[in-house]
DNA sequence: CTGAAAGCGCTTACAG
DNA sequence: CTGAAAGCGCTTACAG
């Protein structure tokens, strides 16, 4: 590898101090001579000059280095995120450090551990527990968001999509077509929002709660819940299912079974991602605002309130309408 | 924030020279003193010490950090193959820093400066371009490999896996199942080793050539595909679609004209994503070794070969049978 | 408007 | 086995 040019180069080259190379490059903070700084220009265009960001960062105390944090590429939703924290990262300049974990609370906490290590100025968590009180125990002195929560994060600012609300509405809707009480399923987790909010539908309208299945937020997970869920001769004629995932593995379990979507069960999902617009049938789905969440998890994370300004930011999921509801 | 600690701070907790700090933390290159380590090794734990690695960086010249350029988190064997490279990564003690463009030659060349810049120790590009000569002009000084691309890249390493036979073994399969000629779906560009592939396949077999249909690499793209192709009443019965995105499309438009897979078509697609395996039906697919080709590509960037080694690597696909060739 | 110098937190010859 | 010192490439008061 041939060296690179450093900033003492082009000063030589250009017949200046270094600092002044500092002037030009950074628009300051000092003036220069505008014949000066086209002398430096020329020589940085001439050398192929680049500032060294790893120097920029030591000196200046900032990486301009976002760390975000994600359970798995794998999942649609979480490369969602991924990419949504990323644009709207760079639109401000920031490059994200992007660290996978296996979902797990450990994996989670050393990638934290690393990216702090590694000198990124905040770090952005989307996390898949619903309750990551833990993470609180890592003092790092950098501002630390945790995306796509459900609840209250003590001691941090946390931001989620309105779970409760958003499964209520799919709920609701689905009751609404007077198929019966709605199925669940959901991860194994009990009392999570997504199971609250499906139980307060049912609650408001009269109906009885429907069985519930549980299952890994997996297709396969989904597929395994729905077999079970489908094999009785009296099986429910709707049902709620907490992910997009899931709902692809239920498809495929009611079709084995030889039960048509939506005319013998009706399907709404959870999530809103691109796969559903092309199941067969098109899923209805609540859509997390993913851009929304993600640009507001960036601004939090580069912009900290002052201080105790830990509160939870809740966005509203939305209703999109396809065919598997029946509608 | 409350200011780091460094090394100076554990140097005089434990009442030794900074040297010797670094001694412990490096495990060398001087030995000390069993007792005067464990010492310094107390002052860490106590004081929580982390080396800075910027720091580290800046020094050593190595940052450990390697980049990855991705076109699109949103399609799933692009996600593959950053969570494949990210794993691969880590278990050289490396992390990634990613870099998603639009899919445009611009926006990659932008990425790729940004990344050198960045004082990463190499760089991956997962590229979508077939032909992505261009990248060449780049003369940063640290190895840049070339992964998922279809042809020689003439100055780089490059690797892909064998689309020619992969795609002609997909097309041949289909040719196996008696279903009269194959269509083919594909991208926009001609003369892609796929269609070649596909193209053979037709030759060897005596078989006259199907329809070729062209659209984005995308489940949209694949849907309008499947629409044209389908449309008319001597419809083609059976196709090779060039991905596993574009497959989902057509499995949908297939489904809308009331064309039951395998049963009416017989179809069989590219690239083996998770996704396939929760169809409708489950896809037959030519499957990419994402895994193996991440480890080529890690490989050959972080220890790269003597100077002038730019061999392209081939790596095979794999038909994996499921469903919807009518098996 | 320009330059000499200190310092960010590390690592590593070099000397003892 | 241990320490004093230089230097990685920058930025930024400070002095002129």
Redesign the pocket.
């Given at each position: 590898m041939s060296?690179?040019v450093?900033?003492?180069d082009v000063a030589r080259y250009a017949?200046?101090?270094?600092?002044?190379?500092?002037?030009v490059?950074?628009d300051g903070?000092?003036?220069?001579?505008p014949?000066?700084?086209a002398r430096v220009r020329e020589a940085i265009e001439a050398l192929g000059?680049?500032?060294?960001t790893t120097?920029?960062a030591?000196?200046?105390?900032s990486s301009r280095l976002l760390g975000h944090v994600v359970p798995d590429l794998g999942n649609p939703l979480w490369a969602g995120f991924a990419l949504a924290v990323d644009a709207v990262a760079a639109a401000r300049g920031y490059d994200v450090l992007l660290a996978s974990t296996d979902g797990g609370v450990e994996a989670e906490h050393r990638r934290i551990e690393a990216l702090s290590a590694r000198g990124v100025d905040a770090i952005v968590v989307t996390s898949v527990m619903a309750r990551p009180d833990l993470v609180a125990r890592s003092g790092l002195g950098i501002p630390l968001v945790q995306l796509n929560t459900f609840f209250e994060v003590p001691g941090f600012p946390s931001l989620g999509v309105d779970a409760f609300e958003g499964a209520r509405a799919g709920t609701a809707h689905l009751l609404g077509h007077g198929r019966g009480p709605v199925a669940l399923v959901i991860g194994g987790e009990a009392g999570e929002l997504r199971e609250e909010g499906w139980r307060a539908a049912a609650r408001e309208a009269g109906s009885g709660v429907g069985p519930i299945a549980r299952g890994e937020f997996s297709r396969r997970g989904g597929y395994d819940a729905g077999r079970r869920l489908f094999a009785p001769d009296d099986h429910p004629h709707a049902v709620f299912v907490s992910s997009d995932l899931q709902a692809v593995g239920v498809l495929r379990a009611l079709h084995e079974r030889g039960l048509r979507v939506p005319d013998d069960v009706a399907v709404v999902s959870f999530d809103g991602t691109e796969e559903t617009e092309f199941t067969l049938p098109p899923l209805t789905t609540v859509r997390q605002p993913v851009e929304e969440m993600a640009r507001a998890a960036v601004a939090r994370a580069l912009d900290p309130a002052p201080d105790g300004e830990h509160e939870r930011q809740v966005l509203p999921a939305e209703l999109v309408v396809r065919r598997s509801c029946g509608c």
């Open positions: 060296r690179n450093t900033r003492a017949g200046v101090s270094s600092a002044v190379v500092s002037y490059v950074n903070p000092r003036p220069v001579a014949a000066t700084a000059y680049r500032p060294n120097a920029q030591l000196r200046r105390g």
